[in-house]
């Protein structure tokens, strides 16, 4: 990931460009082409991601009372096809779409939040929590089935994750005992894991992350950042 310049990115009705790369909508499939430096190894990295939902969704969900951020689950239900050119990798499975957007920054309005994806035996099912500065705590949980179709539900009580190596606090809603099977990504201010428990009844693998924006916001913190993602005018 690099972070890029205003001349550097171009969008239309179906088509988001960022440097080298691209995301666009071929037939029903996001398609990504991605060429860029690796951090911290400084080698190219390329190749493409095919994102094919088996619907899609036009939910949107305000996370703030003031209406300024907004979580769009896309495609929770999903199939990803991988192949990485250089170095050669190829890989196949299971996956979603969401994006968030809003019209200030994240760390003015959130604490923090844990969310969760967890695919099902006939679909997918998302838990939303966290704490906004103004608003105190929110919670949501969304369960849809792999035509789009959505039901809400009441998120199970939160457990909380061993800690990472830098101590970033992580909470999982589960109806068992969670058991972390790899933490994905580990950094100052966000964590990715793999965790294993049950949820809706049903045993589960849950693609989890948290995020502190207390964290995030520390001058430290933002002073490690473009060793993490360069800065490029193009």
Same mark, same amino acid.
Request: no cysteine.
């Given at each position: 990931m690099t972070e890029r310049g205003k001349a550097a990115v171009a969008r239309d009705a179906t088509t988001f460009t960022i440097g080298p790369s691209a995301l666009s909508w071929e037939g029903g499939v996001l398609t990504v082409r991605f060429e860029e430096t690796a951090v911290p190894s400084l080698g190219q990295i390329r190749g493409t991601v095919r994102v094919i939902p088996t619907a899609l969704t036009r939910i949107e969900l305000e996370l703030d009372d003031e209406g300024r951020h907004f979580w769009r689950p896309l495609a929770p239900c999903a199939r990803v096809e991988v192949k990485i050119d250089k170095p050669g990798l190829q890989w196949s499975g299971d996956g979603y779409i969401d994006a968030n957007r809003g019209d200030v920054p994240l760390e003015d309005t959130f604490v923090r939040w844990d969310w969760s994806r967890a695919r099902l035996k006939d679909g997918a099912a998302v838990v939303y929590q966290g704490t906004r500065?103004?608003?105190?705590?929110f919670s949501v949980g969304l369960r849809f089935d792999q035509s789009g179709g959505v039901v809400e539900f009441e998120p199970p009580p939160r457990t909380i994750l061993p800690p990472t190596f830098w101590r970033i606090p992580r909470y999982v809603s589960s109806e068992a005992a969670p058991k972390v099977i790899e933490t994905l990504e580990d950094a100052p201010f966000y964590a990715r894991s793999l965790v294993e428990t049950r949820l809706l009844d049903q045993p589960v693998t849950i693609f989890h992350e948290s995020l502190s924006l207390d964290r995030f916001r520390m001058p430290v913190v933002? &002073? &490690?950042? @473009?060793?993490? &993602? @360069?800065?490029r005018a193009g």
């Open positions: 500065r103004r608003d105190g705590d933002q &002073m &490690m950042l @473009p060793f993490r &993602m @360069p800065r």
